[in-house]
């Protein structure tokens, strides 16, 4: 992973940052007219504020019983009380379908120094993405036998935690209705079910395994819980990878739709914010754009998870690849001509973006690669500044609504110190986004708040096996 040194000396920052920290000058390389294209993409700091208040709102809104039903962020209630000691021992299952991914692990607490992780990453059929809920889940089952029989485990009765990455609704540790799909999946017969039941059913279905599914989790309570083994403090996890979405340890009496939050005798619970939501009520008008829209329409769910649009992998690339059709139609990049492949929906990968952002000011590098697989010969150094431009837009505009949602968190829960767990390609691969997001977050927060982001190893694995602990320890 690569991580960038002094904010404003790195050179990697490049002249986006210059604009956006209003210490330099638009680079001459770069046409105005683009300029005043992706003009939307460079929020200010009046409008982060905006943000960080209506979001504040939006939480106090989801955590309320009175006001949960209407809210657009959920703060589903995740059932995870205890935080983990660094104490938890035990061989545990855990399955992770994230979105674009999906993996079985095997996770074997030996002790706080010794974690043994064995994984497979299984090719997911595109076609079980809309496909039916019972494909979908059999082929879960079926790749959990094919590990099991590998491994020799066939026959142990082990606890399985499930990290699924989709809006849940729970209702214990082990029960989870799934309230929307996103990211993409549209699989029948799934929404508004217990997702635990019909993994269950689909491993029962087989006959050939002992494993009981004990808890479900969202890839960001794993992170929380992953990073909290070796970081005590951590209070927060947050993805920003395919999807988006923060969870942070409430206190009891707040999470209003837990039943018995007022006697309950554990202080915490993890909250679920379900974050990509924020401005499906179009509260978040004023920092959208027009190739925003754009994007919103032709996705599976228009209309839906306006803040996740704004800010993860699965459309940043777009983004990108909408402004720089529009520049070429309006003859503004390499010569008004453009690839049959750019031309094509999602055709311009947000891994583009890191590599294009990886390069030194006045290196093109990755930027030529990008542009040879694109099928874009011929390019001239203004066509490359502007591509990096737009690139820059869009990303740094994707950390500064992050910061903004983790400064809100910060704030609700009220405390001066706090380690925030982190996973996702986006913040992993991005060579400005860890900075970027202290940056902004340094702004935002009032004088004497200590944070620290931290690289949460394995969240959907270490992560779900310590829910799982944390279950079978609660069946005891």
Known sequence: MRRTSGLFTHSLFGPVLKIFFRDGKMPSLVNTEIEAAVKGFLIDQEKMTEVV???TKEIKMGLAKDTHSRAVIKCF????QDLPTGKERGKYLALDLGGSTFRVLLVNLLSEAD?????KSFNFPVTLMSGSGKALFDFLAECLSEFCHYHGLENESLPLGFTFSFPVQQQGLSKGILVAWTKGFSCEG??????????QEAIDRRGDMKVNTVAILNDTVGTLMSCAFYHPNCRIGLIVGTGSNACYVEKTVNAECFEGYQTSPKPSMIINCEWGAFGDNGVLEFV???YDKIVDKVTPNPGKQTFEKCISGMYMGELVRLVVMDMVARDLMFHGTSSQKIQERWSFKSSYISDIESDAPGEYRSCNKVLSELGIVGCQEPDKEALRFICEAV???SAKLCACGLVTIINKMNINEVVIGIDGSVYRFHPKYHD???FHMKKLLKPGVKFELVVSEDGSGRGAALVAATAVKAKL
Not at 115 to 119: D, H, N, P, R
């Open 115 to 119: 974690v043994e992780i064995v994984s």
């Open 395 to 397: 990303s740094s505009r």
């Open 77 to 80: 209630v995740s059932h995870v």
């Open 190 to 199: 799934v929404v508004g079910k217990n997702v635990v039941t019909l993994l």
């Open 436 to 438: 970027l997001l202290q």
């Open 288 to 290: 959208r754009t027009t």
């Open 53 to 55: 208040e209506r979001m």
